[in-house]
Nanobody, 125 residues
Framework: QVQLVESGGGLVQPGGSLRLSCAASGSTLDYYTIGWFRQAPGKEREGVSCIRSSDGSTYYADSVKGRFTISRDNAKNAVYLQMNSLSPEDTAVYYC??????????????????WGQGTQVTVSS
């Protein structure tokens, strides 16, 4: 079993940047596909990005392509989400999640076995 803890959220002005971290304990993240999801008030949870355990392939929602970058550091047992050019539409609670079976589609929350508690990202002037 793996425990996930997100950090790095906060309040940022439009156009600013944040880097979210997802730290794992209880197991190595090498074996898991890691996804980042977000949920804004009154909206469904949506997939933001994913990095595969099998080959390191990365995936992004159309709304964040070119602005967000996912990466993993196996030595630190962590996954990161670099978020640039943030807009108010990016405001949400961001979650990382782990999928052991490397399933499809990457942005289906049902595939993921373990979830962190979330970190709030607020983009506002």
């Amino acid at each position: 079993q793996v425990q996930l803890v997100e950090s790095g959220g906060g309040l940022v002005q439009p156009g600013g940047s944040l880097r979210l971290s997802c730290a794992a304990s209880g197991s190595t993240l090498d074996y898991y596909t890691i996804g980042w999801f977000r949920q804004a008030p009154g909206k469904e949870r949506e997939g933001v990005s994913c990095i595969r355990s099998s080959d390191g392939s990365t995936y992004y929602a159309d709304s964040v392509k070119g602005r967000f970058t996912i990466s993993r550091d196996n030595a630190k047992n962590a996954v990161y989400l670099q978020m640039n050019s943030l807009s108010p539409e990016d405001t949400a609670v961001y979650y990382c999640a782990a999928d052991f079976m490397n399933g499809q589609p990457w942005n289906s929350p049902d595939l993921y076995d373990y979830w962190g508690q979330g970190t709030q990202v607020t983009v506002s002037s």
